[in-house]
């Protein structure tokens, strides 16, 4: 009886210590058609999100006017240091000192900064090579935190899934590519470790679905179509969607190198509404809505990927504003979920937390304890 008694109290609390993923949204000041030559203003751009009601911000060149507009807004901020700055930084550490004495120190803790990127995409950064930099830098802005006795901002890195993993046809097959995987991952990984921060990503199913002419659409965008699933033959694990294929490609890596319970955290995913190459065809507002739709459903089911129960610990939206041109690179692909004159693109929901989940767990919650471990506690007594 009493072993009755332990797991309904304890099936009862579960639910409290599961969480789902924090949904944010990447914000690059870049100005736009309707702005012409100058960003958005901050205070601006810092009220949108928060009428949007989204958590979590990612900004990739850490505008100190940017920074400072969200004190007070409990806007959780993901800094990124732009790649150029990495030699400096990893070579001498009063560079370190005064970054954080420039975007840091002025506005903490009012503007919530929560995570800190040093470098996005460093294996991309052709024809400059800036990966040597990457470790020493991370070091020398960990050690200069510490210094000025800031404990709480975990540090890591962003990689892109394309030039860090093998593969995700299977997932269980995936590794770092090499030689960086022993040369940067692998110390990398020692760091987060050490210091509980997380594993950051930029994973595209779309960019996967162009490369690879055997995958369903439906699949790439969370659609629920008979046979729409993939097997990792290896595992025998069944897939519904691209994305958590990826993420488990990301987790597998990760424990190849012994490391599977460091969190993960997707700094970029997207879909492009428009823009791209010539005969870009999927790149449409209605597959971009269907992505958006999807993973926004998808995280707030709370049901993780096969490899990781819990998932990933948050995810960030590539981007909040469509630009005029994007980069040469980027062939003007719309990946906003605002247009350019801030209007929304799509019918969304990014608050975080999943409301009527969440309530449902409360009642079947209540009904439990009323139902049946109340009882069964009185009958003990
Ligand atoms: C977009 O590109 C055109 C031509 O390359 C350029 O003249 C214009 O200034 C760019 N607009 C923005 C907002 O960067
Ligand atoms: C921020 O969070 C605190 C505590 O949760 C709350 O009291 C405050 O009203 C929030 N502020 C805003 C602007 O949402
Ligand atoms: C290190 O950076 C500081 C501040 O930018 C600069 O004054 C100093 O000359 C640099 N030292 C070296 C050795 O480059
Ligand atoms: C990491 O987390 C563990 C468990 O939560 C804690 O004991 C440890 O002190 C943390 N380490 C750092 C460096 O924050
Ligand atoms: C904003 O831009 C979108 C897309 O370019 C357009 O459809 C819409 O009419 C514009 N809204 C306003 C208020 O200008």
């Known amino acids: ?18 969480s789902l993923p924090s949904i944010g949204v990447t914000y690059s000041a870049v100005p736009t058609a ?9 205070a601006k751009i810092s009220s949108t999100i928060s009428a949007l009601k989204i958590t979590h911000v990612r900004l990739p060149d850490s505008d100190p006017t940017l920074i400072k507009s969200f004190a007070f807004t409990n806007t959780s901020l993901f800094l990124s240091i732009p790649n150029s700055f990495l030699p400096a930084l990893a070579t001498n550490r009063s560079v370190a000192l005064q970054w954080i004495y420039s975007h840091v120190l002025p506005f903490y803790p009012r503007s919530k900064i929560a995570l800190i990127s040093v470098g996005n995409a460093v294996f991309d950064s052709a024809p400059k090579d800036y990966s040597p930099f990457l470790i020493p830098a991370i070091r020398n802005l960990h050690v200069a935190l510490q210094e000025l006795g800031v404990n709480k901002i975990p540090i890591s890195t962003t990689f892109s899934f394309f030039s860090t993993i093998t593969t995700a046809f299977p997932p269980s ?3 770092f590519q090499q030689p960086a995987g022993d040369l940067i991952i692998k110390p990398l990984l020692q760091f987060l470790a050490q210091t509980n921060s997380s594993f950051l990503i930029n994973l595209y199913p779309y960019n996967v679905f162009r490369l690879n002419n055997e995958i369903p659409i439906g699949f790439a965008l ?27 490609a990301v987790i597998t890596a990760m424990a190849v190198v012994g490391h599977e319970n460091i969190p993960v955290i997707v700094a970029e995913t997207g879909w492009p509404s428009g823009g791209g190459e010539a005969g870009e065809v999927e790149a449409n507002g209605i597959y971009a809505e269907m992505y958006l739709k999807g993973l926004v459903r998808h995280l707030k089911s709370g049901m993780g990927t096969p490899l990781r129960k819990e998932g990933i610990s948050e995810v960030y939206v590539y981007e909040l504003m469509d630009h005029a041109n994007g980069s040469n690179k980027e062939k003007g692909r719309k990946w906003g979920i605002l247009s350019e004159n801030m209007t929304r693109k799509y019918d969304v929901d990014f608050s975080s937390g999943a409301q009527i989940h969440r309530s449902m767990l409360w009642i079947i919650s209540l009904l439990l304890w ?7 506690i009185l009958v003990n007594l």
């Open 1 to 18: 009886m009493s072993i009755f008694l332990f797991f309904c109290i304890a099936f009862s609390f579960l639910h409290f210590t599961t």
């Open 222 to 248: 969370f659609q629920d179509y008979p046979f729409n699933f993939r097997d990792d033959l290896v595992t025998g694990v069944r897939y519904f969607n691209l994305f958590d294929m990826m993420v488990d």
């Open 173 to 175: 097959s995936a590794q």
């Open 34 to 42: 309707v702005t012409s030559s100058n960003p958005e203003s901050p």
């Open 370 to 376: 009323f139902g049946f471990c109340l009882p069964l």
